[in-house]
């Protein structure tokens, strides 16, 4: 037998079930990307990097942070970063997942509770299988099932801490979290709140500072700002109390045992800030493309959502991706979601509107919708 047949088995299992990845070339009007301003291609941030190397900054940060990686754009980013959202602290992670595992794996300690959204994404999973504290999750969106775990918790004979772990925004339902009641109860139950804001920062919020702006400056709150979807860079920002930043660098392997991000990076991450702030109009046109595009593609059976991601549910993973397929091979970068991704049953296609698409491209992909469907 190969040495590599139980390997081959798994990929041919995922592909009889419909489920095997493949990667492929950007191709097509973009309604599948995160880059939801069209900051990935803005001039004035490759401009900023053009200006951060002729002033001497490295393209490789040479070693972690706690070695002699930690160049001064990181700093000056944190700084500018923990200002911006509104944070006592920041600590800049080299993507989003990498800054999830790390927070729920170095924040909520043995005898402590995490009580979890159903939905939240795959890297919170595997940062609490890395940690030491029980958790729960509960049903989508239901304040009142983060409150009885809590409540039951503790009934039970819990006597650490409780923390609340949710997205601002999910990714492939496009719908938002019950900030205000959540922070209410993390008030009641002395609890802390992890709150990812991946697709809300830049899009949401003052200036784009995400949902949870109305909560900034709390003690008992700490939000991951991703760097890679609006900002149109890469890397992630983890904003919290300065106590756990400190806690974060002494405790969080991901962080301790990883060469820092680039330092190139994290001047390309302060000019998307900057753009943040001088460039509302940005913000703007991605509203009103996408009321355009709720109205549009409401007889495709598209749901609105009121942000910028739109699931077309179709149910199973087969028609899911041959609609897919039908759609890319008529010029438009749709890409299909499977199970485990999203929930059994919940195949979708993921319609992501970002300013790389005009309100002309959303009429088109109504029109191409209603003729493959």
């Known amino acids: 037998m190969s040495r590599l047949a139980q390997h081959l088995e798994d990929l041919q299992r995922l592909e009889a079930l419909g489920r095997l990845r493949t990667l492929r070339p950007r191709l097509g009007t973009d309604f599948a990307s995160n880059d939801y301003l069209a900051l990935g291609t803005?001039?004035?941030?490759?401009?900023?990097?053009?200006?951060?190397?002729?002033?001497?900054?490295?393209?490789?940060?040479?070693?972690?942070?706690?070695?002699?990686?930690?160049?001064?754009?990181?700093?000056?980013?944190?700084?500018?970063?923990?200002?911006?959202?509104?944070?006592?602290?920041?600590?800049?992670?080299?993507?989003?997942?990498?800054?999830?595992?790390?927070?729920?794996?170095?924040?909520?300690?043995?005898?402590?509770?995490?009580?979890?959204?159903?939905?939240?994404?795959?890297?919170?999973?595997?940062?609490?299988?890395?940690?030491?504290?029980?958790?729960?999750?509960?049903?989508?969106?239901?304040?009142?099932?983060?409150?009885?775990?809590?409540?039951?918790?503790?009934?039970?004979?819990?006597?650490?801490?409780?923390?609340?772990?949710?997205?601002?925004l999910y990714s492939m339902d496009g719908d938002r979290a019950p900030l205000a009641d959540l922070v209410g109860i993390a008030g009641r139950h002395d609890a802390l709140l992890l709150i990812d804001e991946a697709h809300a920062t830049g899009v949401f919020g003052k200036d784009g500072s995400g949902l949870a702006g109305d909560f900034h400056n709390a003690d008992n709150i700490v939000t991951l700002h991703t760097c890679g979807k609006a900002l149109g860079c890469e890397g992630a920002l983890l904003c919290l109390p300065a106590t756990l930043r400190d806690f974060m660098v002494n405790?969080?392997?991901?962080?301790?045992?990883?060469?820092?991000?680039?330092?190139?990076?994290?001047?390309?991450?302060?000019?998307?800030?900057?753009?943040?702030?001088?460039?509302?109009?940005?913000?703007?046109?991605?509203?009103?493309l996408v009321a355009h595009a709720e109205g549009a593609l409401a007889g495709c059976g598209v749901r609105p959502t009121g942000s910028q991601i739109l699931p077309l549910i179709v149910g199973d993973d087969v028609p899911?991706?041959?609609?897919?397929?039908?759609?890319?091979?008529?010029?438009?970068?749709?890409?299909?979601?499977?199970?485990?991704?999203?929930?059994?049953?919940?195949?979708?296609?993921?319609?992501?509107?970002?300013?790389?698409?005009?309100?002309?491209?959303?009429?088109?992909?109504?029109?191409?919708?209603?003729?493959?469907?």
């Open 251 to 288: 405790r969080a392997r991901p962080f301790i045992f990883s060469t820092a991000p680039s330092p190139l990076m994290a001047a390309a991450v302060r000019e998307a800030l900057r753009c943040l702030v001088d460039e509302p109009g940005r913000r703007a046109a991605l509203r009103a």
């Open 42 to 168: 803005a001039s004035r941030i490759g401009e900023a990097v053009q200006a951060a190397i002729a002033r001497g900054v490295p393209v490789g940060s040479g070693g972690s942070r706690l070695l002699r990686g930690n160049d001064s754009e990181h700093m000056l980013l944190e700084a500018e970063a923990a200002a911006f959202f509104g944070a006592e602290a920041a600590l800049f992670f080299s993507s989003g997942y990498a800054a999830n595992v790390a927070a729920f794996a170095a924040l909520p300690q043995r005898g402590d509770l995490v009580v979890y959204d159903a939905l939240i994404h795959a890297s919170a999973h595997d940062g609490m299988r890395l940690g030491r504290a029980e958790t729960i999750g509960v049903a989508h969106n239901n304040a009142g099932a983060f409150e009885d775990a809590v409540t039951d918790w503790r009934r039970r004979g819990g006597t650490g801490r409780a923390w609340i772990a949710v997205e601002s």
């Open 320 to 373: 899911a991706m041959a609609l897919a397929a039908a759609l890319q091979a008529r010029g438009f970068d749709v890409r299909g979601i499977r199970p485990p991704t999203v929930p059994a049953g919940t195949a979708r296609l993921r319609i992501s509107l970002t300013l790389n698409a005009s309100h002309a491209d959303v009429d088109a992909l109504a029109a191409a919708i209603e003729a493959v469907q």
